[in-house]
């Protein structure tokens, strides 16, 4: 019985490697699809707007993925599931795992295009490796895309205001209204979101039994990233927020006094 039992098991792993490998083959395919598809994208732009600059379009590119990334993960999230604050670790649905694919195609595309142009600074450089690094180990693990998925979400959910921010300054509308209600949304987002629910979901992660400890560490370290980022955001609110509060009382003084003595009421 015990020999039969020995080649039940071997035969039983046979079929889950044969299973792994096919899928691997399977996800392969679709990430190369999709970094084909943004690239495809970046070039079409490129040739569309060619009175702008690569980094016009690149950024183009980025507000078209935040958006759909955005869409499609709070669908798995929140309607198709399973829900990520209960079920870490969960083995991962065909749904999750395309939508994964999509965006690690994208996070290639976007890391090649940052090295190449030198644009971004080296703690972007890390958040976009973490996240190649955290989505490649859900595929290959087959579970865990569920907060994986998740992260995604809380981390792409500021990207279109980020983007249309640079959009404003680029075309001189940044110091407007436009742009105060714009930076306003971000910091509000970024602090509830990725900070705060943010916390709630690497306590759930951590409480859990079922996730790897490796996965854990990625969650861990993803969200050193957030408060990194966090730090430098609230710094800048806060230079910013003196500005609008000088410019307001500099007004407010040239309202008061004409060539330097009282206006008179």
């Known amino acids: 019985m015990s020999l039969i039992a020995a080649e039940e098991q071997l035969e039983d792993k ?9 899928m691997s083959l399977h996800q392969f395919v679709l990430v190369a699809c999709s970094l084909t598809a943004w690239i495809i994208l970046y070039i079409f732009l490129c040739q ?17 993925h935040g958006a759909l990334i955005i869409s499609l993960s709070a669908y798995v999230g929140f309607i198709d599931g399973p829900w990520p604050f209960t079920h870490p670790g969960s083995p991962n649905t065909s749904l999750q795992v395309h939508v994964l694919c999509l965006t690690l195609g994208y996070f290639f595309f976007d890391l ?22 955290g989505i490649i180990m859900a595929l290959i693990l ?22 249309v921010r640079w959009f404003l300054r680029e075309t001189a509308r940044y110091e407007t209204f436009l742009g105060d209600t714009v ?38 370290a993803m969200y050193a990233i957030s408060w990194c980022f966090m730090i430098s955001i609230w710094r800048f609110a806060w230079r910013r927020s003196l500005k609008k509060y000088q410019m307001w009382k500099d007004s407010a003084n040239s309202l008061t006094h004409i060539n330097g003595h009282p206006k008179s009421l």
Request: contains cysteine.
């Open 142 to 163: 087959g579970e865990s895309a569920t907060e994986v998925n998740a992260v995604l979400f809380g981390s792409e959910i500021t990207n279109p205001l980020l983007q």
């Open 183 to 220: 930076d306003f949304l971000f910091v509000a987002l970024f602090t509830t979101v990725r900070i705060g629910v943010g916390a709630w979901l690497l306590y759930c992660e951590l409480a859990s039994p079922k996730p790897y400890w490796f996965v854990k560490m990625g969650g861990v």
């Open 112 to 133: 090649c295009w940052c090295v190449y142009f030198q644009t971004e600074k080296v703690l972007m450089l890390i958040h976009h490796i973490l996240s190649i690094l």
């Open 48 to 64: 569309l707007n060619k009175n702008k600059t690569y980094e016009w379009n690149c950024r183009l590119v980025t507000l078209i």
């Open 14 to 22: 046979k079929q889950t490697l044969s299973y792994i490998s096919t």
